[in-house]
């Protein structure tokens, strides 16, 4: 196993539509393992494979609060089936954006079709944290981002700080102070 390096915005990576996985080798295992422990170590609750570079459709996850036993999850090729009309609104964060943390809506309740790390088919009903974890994963396997679901003038300011950041080398400075890292998403 191996921490890997988190690609970090305006890498163009991150914009790409990542593969399905066609057979769950040594390979997809082996990236599984480096994704935990990246996730872990960043400290994240969740991570998609494209967030260390890798283009394909793996999510690891882990919702568990420090005080409870770890709770590993795998999503291997995962879709969103069904989302319910009702919205819940989480302060996300993520990994590829360190430090910034917006309000976004997203259904509250959503069904994810999934192949588990032993390649079975499964699906899961999900609310709460779990169902905006899963959109914000999925969505990163789709090249999404959560500051597209924010204001336009807020993504540009964002975007531009990291831009900066980049040329001086330097990482980006959060925009207050006040935020909890508890609220990083992945
Ligand atoms: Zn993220």
């Known amino acids: 196993m191996a921490k890997r390096d988190i690609l970090i915005i305006p890498d163009t990576r991150l914009r790409l539509k990542s593969e399905p996985v066609a057979t769950i080798g040594k390979d997809v295992r082996a990236l599984v393992d480096d994704m935990f422990e990246t996730m872990y170590a960043a400290p994240g609750i969740g991570l998609a494979a494209i967030q260390i570079g890798v283009p394909w ?7 568990a609060r420090n005080d409870e036993p770890k709770a590993p999850q795998v999503f291997i090729n995962p879709e ?23 309000e976004v809506a997203r259904p509250k309740s959503v069904k994810v079709r999934y192949l588990d790390i032993e390649g079975k088919e499964q699906e899961i009903a999900a609310d709460g944290l779990l169902a905006t974890c899963l959109q914000h994963e999925i969505d990163h ?14 993504r540009d300011m964002i975007v531009r700080k990291f831009k900066k950041a980049q040329k001086r080398g330097e990482p980006v ?6 935020k909890e890292p508890s609220h990083h998403i992945g």
Request: glycine share 4%; hydrophobic share 30%; charged share 30%.
């Open 57 to 63: 459709r793996v999510v690891t996850m882990d919702l």
């Open 80 to 102: 969103v089936t069904w989302t319910s009309d009702d919205t819940a609104t989480y302060e996300e964060g993520c990994l590829s954006i360190p430090e910034y943390y917006e």
């Open 141 to 154: 396997t789709n090249g999404v981002l959560f500051i597209d679901y924010i204001s336009k003038l807020k």
């Open 173 to 178: 400075k959060p925009l207050s102070e006040d």
